[in-house]
């Protein structure tokens, strides 16, 4: 089978960057949250983090096993500091709004350069994004009636602490 066209690739490797990107966001927002003393929400972001490497791996794959070139390029610094656990976590959903867009985008172009193989692997992202939104939003949500209010705070923490690595 042929590689996806130049075009594309260059557009796939500019994605597997953007992963990185995300996992180099999460990363900062663990260190933030550790250096607060927030061990759940660290533990949150750190999963998460990895969760980004494995997506930047996907793509990586993808190229190789279509006879592509990966180029891997600069990846741009993440946000370091953050006001709260709200703003950390308003920041995260901000960002996976703008991966979905790329995403798509990315999609659009499968499609324009009528490369199939591309347009199914992308599936698996779209709906990953669906539910990246999903639990980033929610994170907001639950942040927002936790207020100022140190127990809820805390309950929260404690929560986000058991999310499976
Ligand atoms: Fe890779 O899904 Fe988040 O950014």
Redesign the pocket.
């Known amino acids: 089978m042929a590689a996806p066209s130049k075009k594309l690739q260059d557009a796939l490797n500019a994605q597997i960057v953007a992963?990185f990107h995300?996992a180099y966001v999460y990363l900062s927002m663990a260190a933030y949250f550790e250096a607060e003393n927030w061990p759940g929400f660290a533990k949150w972001m750190r999963v998460q983090s990895r969760?980004?490497v494995e997506?930047a791996m996907k793509i990586f794959d993808f190229v190789n096993d279509r006879g592509g070139r990966v180029q891997l390029g600069a990846i741009e610094k993440p946000p370091v500091r953050f006001a709260s656990p709200l703003d950390a976590f308003r920041k995260a959903y901000e960002?996976?709004r703008k991966?979905t867009q790329k995403i798509h985008k990315l999609y659009d172009l499968a499609v324009q350069e009528g490369d199939y193989p591309t347009q199914v692997m992308l599936q698996w992202f779209i709906d990953?994004?669906v539910e990246?939104e999903k639990i980033t939003s929610e994170a907001v949500a639950r942040l927002e009636r936790a207020g100022d209010h140190p127990h809820a705070l805390l309950m929260l923490d404690r929560r986000f602490g058991k999310r499976e690595e």
Do not use: R
């Open positions: 992963e995300s969760e980004e997506h960002h996976e991966i990953e994004q990246e």
